[in-house]
Nanobody, 112 residues
Framework: QVQLVESGGGLVQPGGSLRLSCRTS????????MSWYRQAPGKERELVAR????????KYADSVTGRFTCSRDNAKNTLYLQMNSLKPEDTAMYYC?????WGQGTQVTVSS
């Protein structure tokens, strides 16, 4: 069965960095476009980043472009999100996604 397991979240100060990972199994990872979403309390779910099957094409939400980098390692069936220059407004639960499958999420909190 499909499994998506996010990790790497935590509490960081504004300006700090985190790298999120999404370990996957139960499907052919390299054949899937993958995405990161986030959702903060009281807000709608937001697409943060999307990456093509081979990692050659990526797109980002305007709010994170230039600060976040999505990547993937198809040999490890793992998706990554490098988050730099974090802001309090980046605070959210971050989810790995493809098709209609979702991970359990990992919490990112940016606060002094």
């Amino acid at each position: 069965q499909v499994q998506l397991v996010e990790s790497g979240g935590g509490l960081v100060q504004p300006g700090g960095s985190l790298r999120l990972s999404c370990r996957t199994s139960g499907f052919t990872f390299r054949y899937r476009v993958m995405s990161w979403y986030r959702q903060a309390p009281g807000k709608e779910r937001e697409l943060v980043a999307r990456i093509s099957k081979d990692g050659g094409f990526k797109k980002y939400a305007d709010s994170v472009t230039g600060r976040f980098t999505c990547s993937r390692d198809n040999a490890k069936n793992t998706l990554y999100l490098q988050m730099n220059s974090l802001k309090p407004e980046d605070t959210a639960m971050y989810y790995c996604n493809f098709d209609d499958y979702w991970g359990q999420g990992t919490q990112v909190t940016v606060s002094s």
